[in-house]
């Protein structure tokens, strides 16, 4: 396994300067090493792809309009509507920058359990609190997931179908309400389970990780890039 | 809802990450020690809750719930909202770490104005007064986020106002679905657990 420190570390470094970069030549290297990240991490190609698709359907939102409304000279016109070539560039610009940075944040980031990432948080100096509450709310994420089965399917038991109607509305926002209200109550009663196990306000993980040699190489190797990809993009040779 | 990455300037991201950090901090630091659970478990409602789709017409819409988290948790609603979006991103690469902190405001936000202006109205002792507060607040968290994933796209290059106006539109119905859905959970609790929403008596 590889530190979470240095996952985190790598894509927001990559993830930020992708973000911000506009030369096609880095975009277009970005997305190699995104597509390499991939295959380094052997993930599973056909769920990258159904997440791909996810992603894409608000890139795909934008490329209805943009065409349209960026200035510039027309590529072709119908409908009295123009296409112009910056409409179209900005959307190739963005499709790129979306998918190559959810390719990497995927290799990266998902090969990792969410609390190993959670503890890497914490030795990269994220406030106490808010590790906790990422804890907290991971722990039981699955667990009020359960809760919200249960119910949906007591309700189907009684003959519950949902559609466009005020009936159906209410039944969601009593499912909901009856979600937070058992979640409030769990609550008190884990925090006094804590306290009754001396809880003084330090978490203990089971799992440590330590930062190795290939770690290190990992980091460098791909800190470097990340900075070719920088300089390629605001250095001084043009 | 979320912005994608790779979409925004970079002006637009920062200043998003630095009001993220600010609302996240101001949240932690009016959140006790004791209130962390608390907020961690709801943040975990929250999180499944927006998971559900409702049918709307041929369609289905997932809920946002921003207003009504806004309501329960206040100033804290920063912090829950961005641990729900740190685990989507990670999870199901919805949005992503450099838009975080735009996507935790636009959504944070709206349920920050919407605790202080609605709030009293939902806390009072008037059942009528209470269900048009919350009615309010669940239409105003969504609208609210949708003007400002608007307003970032605008802010962004002027050519995205028209997808910025549609964006808006396209969230009206939402609008009205998420205003029934807080009126009826916050009749739901107040009949319930009336100290869920601090309710005078």
């Not at chain 1, 309009?65 to 509507?81: C, N, V």
């Not at chain 2, 478990?41 to 207003?67: D, E, Q, Y």
Request: aromatic share 12%; proline share 4%; hydrophobic share 55%.
């Amino acid at each position: 396994m590889m530190d979470p420190r240095v996952k985190i570390l790598v894509t927001l470094g990559f993830s930020v300067v992708l973000a911000v970069a506009d030369r096609p030549v880095v975009l277009g290297m970005g997305m190699a090493f995104a597509i390499f990240l991939v295959f380094l991490a052997r993930l599973n190609l056909r769920q990258v792809m159904t997440r791909l698709l996810v992603v894409n359907t608000f890139v795909a939102f934008l490329w209805i309009f943009l065409p349209f409304t960026f200035p510039g000279p027309a590529l072709f016109s119908f409908w009295g509507l123009q296409i112009t070539r910056q409409g179209i560039a900005a959307c190739v610009q963005i499709t790129v920058k979306s998918n190559a940075i959810v390719l990497a944040s995927m290799a990266l980031l998902s090969t990792s359990t969410v609390f190993g990432l959670v503890h890497g948080l914490h030795h990269l100096k994220v406030p106490d609190k808010l590790v906790h509450l990422f804890f907290f709310s991971f722990r039981y994420i699955h667990v009020i997931h359960m809760e919200y089965h249960k119910i949906i399917n007591a309700m189907k038991a009684r003959g519950f179908e949902p559609d466009t109607s005020l009936r159906t509305y209410k039944s969601y926002a009593y499912l909901i309400g009856t979600l937070f209200l058992k979640s409030s109550e769990r609550s008190k009663r884990i925090y006094q389970a804590m306290v009754c196990r001396g809880f003084d306000g330090t978490f203990w993980v089971f799992q440590h990780f330590a930062f190795r040699k290939r770690d290190l190489f990992a980091l460098v190797f791909m800190g470097l890039f990340i900075l070719f990809l920088a300089f390629m993009q605001w250095g001084s040779v043009r | 809802m979320h912005i994608s990455e790779g979409i925004l300037s970079a002006p637009v991201l920062i200043s998003g990450a630095v009001a993220a950090a600010g609302g996240v901090a101001i949240g932690l630091k009016k959140t006790e020690n004791e209130k962390i659970p608390e907020v961690g478990v709801l943040s975990a409602a929250f999180f499944v809750g927006s998971l559900i789709h409702v049918p709307l017409g041929p369609t289905s819409v997932h809920l946002i719930l921003n207003g009504l988290v806004g309501l329960l948790l206040g100033w804290a609603a920063f912090p829950a909202i961005l641990v729900g979006l740190v685990f989507q991103a990670i999870l199901f690469q919805f949005g992503g770490l450099t838009t975080l902190g735009v996507n935790t405001v636009t959504m944070a936000l709206p349920a920050v104005i919407g605790y202080y202006l609605f709030g009293p109205a939902v806390r009072s002792e008037s059942e009528k007064t209470a269900l048009v507060g919350a009615f309010l607040c669940g239409s105003f968290g969504v609208l609210g986020a949708a003007i400002l994933v608007a307003f970032a796209l605008f802010w962004t290059g002027q050519s995205f106002l028209e997808v910025g106006k549609m964006v808006v539109y396209a969230h009206v119905p939402v609008m009205v679905i998420e205003g029934l859905l807080a009126l009826f959970c916050v009749a739901f609790l107040r009949k319930v657990k009336p100290e869920l929403l601090e309710v005078k008596r």
